[in-house]
């Protein structure tokens, strides 16, 4: 269970909108992932990962100062983007089994990459 902003045990990067952001994608990416057509295995596998990749390397950057913290937002941002390619993959190949999800994710991880280039601007002007 996550804790929420009143929790005493609550960590910097739950305090993030981009981390709270990665955590919707992560549960609308694992539907997505459930819905591939049996043989898909691998590309629900990378969307996993990919997806998972996102609020983890979120978490570990925050301890970090300037620029240091500035290339984990950059590295989260290439998991948003690979995670959108993903999406073209299941769309392009006509995967998916409707395209709401799909469509909602792609405007979750567009708003998610704007909120992380936001962080990398404020780490980097920090260093």
């Known amino acids: 269970m996550r804790a929420d902003e009143t929790s005493p045990f609550i960590f910097d990067h739950e305090r ?12 609308i990416s694992e539907e997505i992932a459930k819905n591939l057509p049996k043989g ?9 990962r990919a997806s998972a990749g996102i609020p983890l390397t979120i978490a570990e950057g925050v301890p970090r100062r300037g620029a240091d913290r500035a290339r984990f937002y950059v590295m989260a941002r290439g998991s948003t983007a690979e995670c959108a390619s993903i999406l073209d993959v ?3 190949c006509k995967l998916a089994g409707g395209e709401g ?3 909602r994710g792609r405007g979750l991880l567009h ?3 704007q909120v992380l280039v936001g962080l ?3 780490a980097r002007s920090r260093s």
């Open 16 to 27: 993030l909108d981009a981390y709270r952001l990665a955590l919707e994608w992560l549960a």
């Open 101 to 103: 999800l799909t469509h």
């Open 90 to 92: 299941i769309e392009t």
């Open 40 to 48: 898909r295995g691998q590309l629900a596998d990378q969307l996993r």
């Open 120 to 122: 990398e601007r404020q």
């Open 111 to 113: 708003r998610l990459a």
